[in-house]
């Protein structure tokens, strides 16, 4: 599971952290800018899973077929390569609507891949539990918590109301204000943790009423809530249960 955990988060970095809006703009425009993106999953991936990409991780005895971590590394960059642009092509040519539902399947093939190609057992054999190591899961929640989640809620408001991608300020305002509500969640206190979440919550609203800043409802509740089930995950990843 160590390996299907980093393979996750350097997904996750590629196709949100570090793609920035010139890079998605690059790569809906320009088959070098879907070449230089798709470049990005296999570099991350690599950098992640470094001392076992000499390993066997995948096996088909049935197909006669055994991929080491390096084929699957490429597998991986040549899959998302293909699906980016059927994705691009699909929304150009055939006017595809490009909302949640395509946005979602995008992300159900890039993730399938993932998961046919990466071993479930430990890097030393054994099956070592969902969480043998806790940074890379706790990374993942952070991408969620962060990047993912602008690209998410901001789906979900286009096809809500048609909503424009947010502003450099919106965006990354929205971004810190989930990121401190799902810290609150990892205070060692379990009521510690959940009257600093409130609170937050509750400071956080005041604010928005305000006009101190300005959240539309899909971004701000649902951002919220996406905080606290990233929070709570976090929580029974570091402690355990």
């Known amino acids: 599971m160590d390996i299907l955990w980093r393979l996750l988060l350097g997904h996750l970095l590629a196709d949100f952290t570090f793609q920035t809006d010139f890079i998605n703009h690059w790569k809906r425009t320009s088959l070098h800018g879907l070449l230089a993106h798709s470049l990005m999953h296999p570099v991350f991936c690599a950098a992640l899973c470094w001392p076992y990409l000499g390993q066997t991780w995948a096996e088909y005895p049935a197909l006669g077929l055994r991929f080491g971590g390096w084929t699957c590394i490429a597998l991986i960059f040549v899959t998302h390569w293909i699906q980016d642009w059927w994705r691009i092509h699909a929304i150009n040519r055939y006017r595809v609507p490009d909302n949640s539902a395509f946005f979602l399947w995008d992300q159900v093939v890039h993730l399938s891949v993932i998961l046919a190609l990466a071993p479930l057992s430990s890097a030393s054999g054994d099956f070592g539990g969902f969480f043998p190591e806790t940074w890379a899961p706790l990374g993942c929640l952070f991408v969620l918590v962060t990047h993912a989640g602008t690209v998410i809620l901001y789906f979900v408001e286009k096809d809500a109301d048609g909503a424009e991608f947010p502003s450099f300020d919106v965006k990354y305002l929205a971004i810190a204000?989930?990121?401190?509500?799902?810290?609150?969640?990892?205070?060692?206190?379990?009521?510690?943790?959940?009257?600093?979440?409130?609170?937050?919550?509750?400071?956080?609203?005041?604010?928005?009423?305000?006009?101190?800043?300005?959240?539309?409802?899909?971004?701000?509740?649902?951002?919220?809530?996406?905080?606290?089930?990233?929070g709570l995950a976090a929580r029974a990843v570091y402690y355990g249960g």
């Open 177 to 230: 204000e989930r990121l401190v509500l799902a810290l609150c969640f990892l205070l060692p206190s379990a009521p510690t943790a959940a009257a600093f979440a409130a609170g937050w919550f509750a400071v956080v609203a005041w604010l928005r009423r305000r006009r101190f800043f300005d959240l539309n409802p899909i971004p701000f509740y649902g951002g919220a809530a996406l905080a606290s089930a990233c």
